[in-house]
């Protein structure tokens, strides 16, 4: 599965919009990119995920270039309560077994301040 | 239920002790999940579920380690003469049927965890 790479810690204020950048060099081609979020004492939750250029549902929007070699997370107008830890998984759209396993890395600590 | 359930949240066990935590997925879900969260890092996975089969283990630290889905609905992970390094969050996760439809996305559904901490 493609190994994925993001920065550890991100910094904002309230009503910024933060981006996200992921780097997966090795994506394959039935590959999607899926983002979680985690906050303290809570299991990741489902955020958003794509396959190419852009995705935008109620909470944030996925921007993925033609290469698919990377993929950026934006949250606009983020708040207080985004503060959380966010995840960039790549890998197939429907698990298989056999090794079709997902893995989370460790991911973004985004800390948004007033 | 609503959403994925898992229990105990807290377990504190002496080292050596075994321990069962339980998983109820949501109703339907085909595939279940098990994942280590050491604190500070990202979710680990363990195993995987389809069904009542157990089709990924490769995750299972060791054979202390045992997770079975004897009906294919809730699951139970068990760990046998536990020790310190073991202490850590297991987060269970279930996803929508296998094989739903081109808009089936794969999500996981997470529960809340259960804390184990081993003395």
């Known amino acids: 599965l493609a190994k994925t790479t993001q920065p550890i810690s991100m910094d904002s204020y309230e009503g910024q919009e933060v981006n996200i950048t992921c780097s997966h060099n090795n994506i394959a081609t039935n590959d999607y990119i899926t983002w979680y979020q985690q906050f303290p004492s809570q299991g990741p939750r489902f955020i958003i995920q794509?396959?190419?250029t852009k995705v935008t549902n109620e909470v944030a929007s996925l921007f993925i270039p033609a290469d698919r070699k990377s993929s950026t997370l934006s949250l606009p107008r983020v708040s207080l309560s985004d503060t959380a830890v966010y995840y960039c998984?790549?890998?197939?759209?429907?698990?298989?077994?056999?090794?079709?396993?997902?893995?989370f890395g460790t991911g973004t600590q985004l800390k948004v301040e007033l | 239920g609503a959403g994925v359930s898992q229990s105990p949240r807290y377990k504190v066990a002496k080292r050596g002790q075994d321990v069962a935590l339980r998983c109820d997925p949501i109703s339907g879900h085909v595939s279940l999940f098990w994942y280590q969260q050491a604190l500070g890092q990202g979710p680990e996975f363990l195993t995987y579920?389809?069904?009542?089969?157990?089709?990924?283990k490769s995750g299972l630290p060791s054979d202390r380690f045992f997770a079975e889905r004897p009906e294919g609905s809730v699951s139970t992970l068990k760990i046998q003469r536990t020790q310190q390094e073991d202490s850590a969050v297991y987060l269970c996760?279930?996803?929508?049927?296998f094989g739903q439809g081109a808009f089936d996305t794969g999500e996981l559904f997470f529960g809340e965890g259960s804390r184990l901490t081993v003395l």
């Open positions: 996760a279930s996803s929508s049927p």
């Open positions: 794509g396959y190419k």
């Open positions: 579920f389809q069904n009542e089969a157990q089709l990924d």
């Open positions: 998984l790549v890998g197939p759209r429907i698990l298989t077994g056999g090794g079709n396993k997902l893995t």
